[in-house]
Structure formats: structure tokens, C-alpha cells
Nanobody, 128 residues
Framework: QVQLMESGGGSVQAGGSLRLSCTAPRLTYIKNCMGWFRQAPGKEREGVASINTGDGNIFYASSVEGRFTISQDNAKNTVYLQMNSLRPEDTAMYYC?????????????????????WGQGTLVTVSS
């Protein structure tokens, strides 16, 4: 079982910022698709952002584009999600995924049942 180390999250007011990080074992990190999906109470899971750690290809959900930035640090086997201009509707559990299918899952090309590896999740709460 691959373990992903997630950190970040918390509670902020609308307009604030948070940064999530996700560290994977080296063999998991290399040439993989990593990123985050989220799930709010009573809602479906939603791909938020993904990055191909091999070629750097990035995807953002339309709901976060322009506000969230995903990046990678190859020396630390870590990807980051900088979340700015947070809105109450961003409130959700955010899960890091590291799976060759995630780049397609995040884009809605594959269902979430295609994922094998994701983290324990971190809660992001944005108050108005």
C-alpha cells in the first residue's frame, strides 16, 4: 500500500489562501500523475488539479482555474496546491492522488473507480 503524506488545509475566511502538499515515495512520484480531488458533503467527487510529474502537463478544473496553482518539487518528491482567493464553495475534503490514471480521472475522462492510490485527505473550510 503506497502511503502519501499530505499536509496543509485548515480554516480560512473567504478570499484567503492555503497550501496543500503531498509527498510520495520516489518510485511513486516519478513519471506519475499526481494532484487533488475533493468531496464536499452531499456532493460528488471532483477533480481539482493534476500534474504529470514526468512532462509537467497540468490540468485545472474550471471552478479553480486562475485561483489555484499546482506545482512540483522533484527533489522532495512533492507536489503542492496553492489555493488563493478561496470561496465558501471550496469547502471540502481534499485528497491527494498519485496514480497513472489520475490525469484522466481529474479531467473526467475516467471514473474515480479507476484510482488505486490516494491519501487520507485534509479538510479545507472556507467561511464567508
Amino acid at each position: 500500500q503506497v502511503q502519501l503524506m499530505e499536509s496543509g488545509g485548515g480554516s480560512v475566511q473567504a478570499g484567503g489562501s492555503l497550501r496543500l502538499s503531498c509527498t510520495a515515495p520516489r518510485l511513486t512520484y516519478i513519471k506519475n500523475c499526481m494532484g487533488w480531488f475533493r468531496q464536499a458533503p452531499g456532493k460528488e467527487r471532483e477533480g481539482v488539479a493534476s500534474i504529470n510529474t514526468g512532462d509537467g502537463n497540468i490540468f485545472y478544473a474550471s471552478s479553480v482555474e486562475g485561483r489555484f496553482t499546482i506545482s512540483q518539487d522533484n527533489a522532495k518528491n512533492t507536489v503542492y496546491l496553492q489555493m488563493n482567493s478561496l470561496r465558501p464553495e471550496d469547502t471540502a475534503m481534499y485528497y491527494c492522488a498519485a496514480d497513472p490514471t489520475f490525469c484522466a480521472v481529474a479531467r473526467g475522462l475516467l471514473g474515480f473507480n479507476a484510482l488505486d492510490t490516494w491519501g487520507q485527505g485534509t479538510l479545507v473550510t472556507v467561511s464567508s
